[in-house]
């Protein structure tokens, strides 16, 4: 069977989580141009989140903007469940949602530890197990890690590489369950990727920027970009892998 290199969703139904900003706001835009009805979660960010999805409206898609903490158990299963119940399917999840905890480890706090692996570590299995339910043959589950991971550049990031790391190990052990049942299951890791919360005239821009291999931050829709693809036919082959989009700092 033949398959196009330009990914069509018309027809499938995604949930994005931390979706109202930065990659997650652009993952959204790039599922729902492809075709896909959106579905993102905002923590706090009522008006960004809201803003995102009647963006998507305007351009002639289905957007659809929940409130959702991703350290909260129950509101992931509830951000599952508002999603299958309005647009009727789940076909593609996508665990973006993240926080950046930084500092001396002796310096960590309980509750920092603890948030920050709700968010990095549960909350992607949660969503998981809530979608599994809803998912048929061609879902995808594609994870937004950290180039981190793989390689701790800088001191301070021990908490953060600790619980990005967990995605590793989830994102193959899930494709090797899921894929008897024709679910991939793939995690990106992008580098230095200009946000909000990672400007490219940062404090730390410079630094970071000498660490790449072409030198340059990358952009949100590099990110957004190859969510599509992993979402789209042309990946039907893909599983277990990770795609690290870095600029060539872990090279």
Known sequence: MGTSLQADLTGRVALVTGGSRGIGAAIARALSAAGAD?????ERSRDLGEKVAAGLEERGGRGLALPADSADASAIQAAVDRTVAEFGRLDIVINNAGIFPYGPVEETDLAEIDRTIAVHVRAPFLAVRAAVPHLGRGARIITIGSNLAERAAFGGIALYVMSKAANLGLTRALARELGPRGITVNLIQPGSTETDMNPAVGDSADLQRGLMALGEYGSVDDIAAAVVF?????????TGATLT???GTNA
């Open 38 to 42: 959106v579905a993102l979660t905002y």
């Open 230 to 238: 992993l979402a789209g036919g042309s990946a039907r082959q893909i």
């Open 245 to 247: 989009i870095d600029g």
